[in-house]
């Protein structure tokens, strides 16, 4: 089950944001696969990763690998970045 299922909603809601409480940024790796992925018969060329921000963490980093090229993409609340 999830979380919520398990511990309840209030006291999962209670444990992710203390999860990542004073945190300022979040980074993440993924990584891909080291060659071409096709679909529909047609070759893949690129791909970027996406974090969705936690609640009070204004910016999130993914690190994507993908046919033997890393990606960085940045997502920032408007207020975190002037």
């Avoid at 409480?21 to 080291?34: E, H, I, L, Q, W």
Wanted: positive net charge; aromatic residues 8%.
């Amino acid at each position: 089950g999830t979380f919520g299922s398990i511990l309840g909603p209030r006291l999962s809601s209670w444990l992710f944001s203390k999860a990542h409480a004073n945190a300022s940024v979040v980074v993440t790796n993924v990584r891909g696969p080291d060659i071409a992925a096709h679909m529909d018969g047609r070759k893949i060329e690129s791909s970027m990763g996406f974090l969705p921000l936690p609640p009070g963490v204004p910016i999130g980093m993914v690190v994507f690998s993908y046919n033997q090229r890393i990606t960085l993409t940045i997502m920032a609340e408007s207020w975190a970045v002037p």
